[in-house]
């Protein structure tokens, strides 16, 4: 028989089976659990008995951190979805925003050249050149863009959004005197004016080339455009 009596062991078994005894102990008791066969089924019945709990304890700490990994995913995507919620609001923004620019507010369309009339061409006192235009087709002008090409035409070139809108009440830009002064554009750009067109290089109206004889524009005219 052993040195120790089954009744100590037995009292120790359970700390035996969760590992916090001595080392001194547990020698003692796995000694004592070769020879007593007792002892071995107490150690069994214990096993058996903690089995299933120790295995729900695991279980629920998985599930713990299954429940942990849930939330921390949903936080992550929640924050991911946060920033990319606002980066596509961004971009869609700025989207509408260039998409409106572009389509109500940048002029870049010309205006086709068959609904232009010009008329009524004249020489002011102090060189500058007047001329009436009117857009027929009813839309509004945004912008009169000047440019000039190596040698030396002037285009004075219509321009609309793309989305055309319905001039309101027409204004100076689609019926009206406009003047062009050639010296100041000549110091402007360094180079002499040949001609002046109304228009493109691909569809323009001529207003006037060098040496054409203009005549001379009416009081009125010099009135609306005198500046100093
Ligand atoms: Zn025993």
Redesign the pocket.
């Known amino acids: 028989m ?1 040195k ?3 009744e100590i ?2 009292d120790m078994l359970p700390l035996y089976y969760d590992n916090v005894c001595s080392d001194d102990s547990k020698r003692m008791v796995e000694e ?2 070769v ?6 089924m ?1 150690l069994d019945r214990i096993q058996a008995d903690f089995k299933l709990p120790k295995e729900e304890i695991e279980r629920n700490n998985n599930d713990g951190n299954v429940i942990k990994n849930i939330s921390s995913f949903w936080n992550r995507s929640r924050a991911k979805s946060f920033i990319k919620g606002g980066i596509i609001s961004a971009l869609l923004l700025s989207l509408i925003t260039l998409g409106y620019f572009g389509l109500f507010h940048w002029h870049i369309t010309n205006v086709p050249i068959d609904v232009v009339e010009i008329k009524d061409v004249s020489e002011m006192s102090d060189g500058k050149i007047v001329y009436y235009s009117e857009i027929n087709d009813g839309y509004s002008l945004n912008r009169l863009k000047y440019d000039m090409d190596k040698e030396g035409n002037f285009y004075i070139t219509p321009l609309r959004p793309m989305i055309k809108q319905k001039a309101q009440s027409l204004n100076v830009l689609e019926k009206g005197y406009e003047f062009i002064d050639i010296k100041e554009q000549e110091i402007f750009r360094g180079e002499e004016i040949k001609t002046i067109n109304y228009g493109t290089p691909k569809e323009k109206i001529l207003i006037w080339k060098k040496g054409m004889e203009l005549p001379k524009a009416s009081e009125e005219i010099e009135n609306m455009f005198d500046f100093n």
């Open positions: 052993s120790v009596s089954c062991v037995k004592h659990l020879e007593c066969d007792s002892c071995k107490e």
